[in-house]
């Protein structure tokens, strides 16, 4: 018995329906009693959170810095020469090889104000500024910083130091020897301004040094925010505009930083309403799985059946089918209609390919067509030359011996023959040559017993022959053909070598070239029978058929086709 049908698409609006409507209310509701949703320790850790990872991005490009500082100090020799006096022209470029180096790296330090390479025994002071610095800025330091440096020269390699400049604070690293120095200079202003960091414009960072006195300003708070003892909590300063501060100490730069954000009050406790609330707001998320699972069984399994089916046909097997079992009534329709179609898919599928086999056989037959009249107008070339010469006897011969071969090549119309029916062609042929020519000719021939029953084109072997006899015999020289097959094996597949050499002169460069190049061989009028050839190897195997040619001693031909029957086209 058939269950009762359903629409999917109102299936679906009862499920939307069931979980938006009664959980929109109530979180609506719930939200409208509550100022805010989250604790204060919430929002402790999450700005604590944000403070670490921004002091931590601050220390990681300050220890860059530094170490770039020191590379200089300690390993560059044109800091050595600043140490001593010594000539003007030297220590210049020094001090410009120096100023080079710092000019490059500070374009990629946004925090930089400025480097101060200072020697005092050659009386040398270069600068250089970040772009963004302002002129008001760079004056103070150029009026103050020697100054400073002479004041604090013992501080020289002791880490980073905060220090006020001309009215501004700076974070400051000195290190050199000897009366000559390097000065990185960083903007607290750049720092306490947060970069890309600060997403809450309401928000700010102070900071301050490790005696407690303020490093920034702003004129968003009041100039009574101040350092509190236990860094580790948060607290809400007691100002006109009230703020949620988190305090967070680097040890590496030593300054803490005070991270404020508006205080907007929160709600410790809820009244009997909002307890409702918030108990129909549960009951409604539970409702989910049960909605959820309906939709599992009505939609999401049905759609899952669908893909594995769809992937078992992608994968070739079209003899499945969708489950017509669904009580769905548009998943019923969708496998139905599915079904009909792989059947038409299959039927389309098995036409094109018996067309596809069709055209290949007549593309096979042409090929082959195209080799016979090669063939035959040598062998009449040879009678007429036998005629000419009165030599009857071998023109009876012959042609007794030619009936022959026409008359095996009737019998068998196959587009493939065996390797030992192609090899007796080869013997025919040979017989017709010794009649037909006075040169001296030897065909050896060397086949695996595996490959007597390999199934080749016919014609294929005696066309590279043929193409030795006519272009490899020399004048005084008996030419040697010699024609090898074995059996080649991996550890994946098996595959058969066929050998075609003679003792001539060989291909000729221009010619291998283009025999060794599919695009040259297409477009070649010069070598049809060995394009054809190739072309019904190509076709017979798919294209996994290989021919090399090489002159080693005279000419040489490597075919190598797959072994296994399964492979290959059957004609």
């Known amino acids: 018995m058939r269950k009762k049908e359903i629409s999917l698409r109102k299936l679906i609006i009862i499920a939307i329906l069931l979980i938006i409507i009664p959980f929109t209310i109530c979180l609506l509701g719930f939200n409208l009693y509550t100022i805010n949703y989250k604790i204060n320790e919430d929002l402790a850790n999450s700005h604590l959170q944000k403070i670490q990872l921004y002091i931590s991005l601050c220390e990681e490009t300050l220890k860059t810095s530094e170490e770039f500082i020191s590379s200089i100090t300690g390993n560059d020799t044109n800091f050595t020469v600043l140490e001593h006096k010594g000539d003007s022209i030297e220590a210049f470029a020094s001090s410009y090889s120096i100023w080079s180096k710092c000019s490059e790296f500070i374009k990629a330090q946004n925090m930089a104000a400025g480097f101060f390479i200072y020697s005092e025994k050659n009386q040398l002071f270069r600068k250089v500024y970040n772009g963004k610095i302002d002129s008001a800025k760079r004056l103070e330091l150029n009026e103050n910083i020697k100054e400073f440096l002479s004041e604090n020269q013992d501080n020289a390699k002791r880490g980073w130091m905060a220090a006020s400049i001309g009215g501004h604070n700076y974070l ?3 290190q050199g020897r000897n009366g000559a120095y390097i000065v990185y200079a960083v903007d607290l202003e750049y720092i306490s301004k947060m970069g890309e960091l600060k997403e809450d414009t309401d928000n700010i960072l102070v900071l301050f040094d490790k005696n407690g006195n303020r490093l920034s300003t702003t004129d968003e708070i009041e100039d009574n925010i101040r350092l509190e003892r236990d860094r580790s909590s948060y607290y809400i300063t007691k100002d006109n505009k009230r703020y949620f501060a988190i305090q967070y100490y680097s040890e590496y730069i030593g300054i803490n930083s005070v991270y404020l954000s508006p205080y907007r009050g929160l709600i410790n406790t809820m009244n009997p309403i909002q307890w409702t609330l918030f108990i129909a707001s ?32 992608k994968q070739g097997n079209i003899k499945i089918k969708m489950d017509t079992s669904n009580y769905i009534q548009e998943f019923r329709q969708v496998d139905d209609v599915f079904n009909d179609m792989i059947k038409q898919i299959t039927k389309l599928r098995i036409k094109t390919y018996e067309k596809e086999i069709e055209i290949q056989q007549i593309q096979m037959q042409y090929l082959r067509i195209q080799i016979h009249p090669h063939f035959y107008l040598n062998c009449l070339k ?25 008359r095996s090549l009737l019998k068998n119309q196959s587009m493939i023959v065996s390797m030992s029916s192609e090899l007796q062609s080869v013997d025919n042929y040979m017989k017709l040559l010794k009649i037909g020519s006075s040169v001296s000719i030897q065909c050896n021939i060397n086949v695996s017993p595996d490959l007597k029953d390999f199934e080749i084109p016919p014609l294929s072997i005696l066309t590279f022959v043929e193409n030795s006899v006519k272009h490899g015999t020399l004048p005084r020289q008996e030419l040697e053909i010699y024609i090898k097959a074995i059996l080649l094996k991996n550890e994946e597949e098996k595959f058969v070598n066929i050998t075609i050499m003679d003792n001539g002169p060989g291909f000729s460069d221009a010619t291998l070239k283009i025999l060794n190049n599919q695009n040259d061989m297409n477009k070649d009028d010069c070598h049809i029978g060995i394009r054809n050839v190739i072309k019904r190897y190509s076709i017979m ?31």
């Open 382 to 406: 040879n009678l007429y030359a036998l005629a000419e010469n009165r030599k009857f006897k071998e023109i009876q011969s012959m042609i007794l011996t030619f009936s022959n071969y026409l």
């Open 541 to 571: 195997y798919e294209h996994r058929s290989t021919f090399l040619f090489s002159s080693s001693d005279g000419a040489r031909v490597e075919i190598f086709v797959p072994f296994d029957r399964k492979d290959v086209n059957e004609w």
């Open 172 to 174: 400051l690293q000195i």
């Open 282 to 313: 549960l009951l409604s998320v539970m409702i989910i799985p049960v909605i959820l699972y309906l939709l599992k069984k009505a939609f999401f399994e049905p759609l899952k059946q669908m893909t594995r089916t769809m992937i078992a046909i």
